[in-house]
């Protein structure tokens, strides 16, 4: 059963912005790093950013550090991503994730092992 459930997703001209979201259905995410990860088809899924839901510790993929910002809002359970400046190689599905890496791996996928089902950004050009 899915308990992260993303949303927001959408179309968008580039150099517009998107806010996409991902709530914890029935559980929490204390002590849990959340990630969002991004897919296209044919190439395996790219780190995006994580952040330590307790300590507030935040990650960026190299090409998103200028462009997106993670969030989280406790009361809501909720973990937030804001992405800017889009550009058409933004498009992708983009996936929730919740694991406890540790802090130098929170990059790789396999650290994670709750996952959403991917929301479709797409970018026009």
């Known amino acids: 059963v899915h308990w992260l459930v993303e949303s927001g997703g959408g179309l968008v001209q580039a150099g517009g912005s998107l806010r996409i979201s991902c709530a914890a259905s029935?559980?929490?995410?204390?002590?849990?790093?959340v990630g969002w990860f991004r897919q296209t088809p044919g190439k395996e899924r790219e780190f995006v950013a994580s952040?330590?839901?307790?300590?507030?510790?935040?990650f960026y993929g190299d090409s998103m550090r200028n462009r997106f910002s993670i969030s989280s809002d406790n009361a809501k359970n909720t973990v937030y991503l804001q992405m800017n400046s889009l550009k058409p190689e933004d498009t992708a599905v983009y996936y929730c994730?919740?694991?406890?890496?540790?802090?130098?791996?929170?990059?790789?996928?396999?650290?994670?092992?709750?996952w959403g089902q991917g929301t479709q950004v797409t970018v026009s050009s």
């Open positions: 994730a919740a694991g406890r890496p540790p802090y130098f791996s929170v990059r790789h996928a396999s650290q994670y092992d709750n």
């Open positions: 029935g559980r929490t995410f204390s002590t849990y790093v």
């Open positions: 952040v330590n839901w307790n300590v507030g510790l935040t």
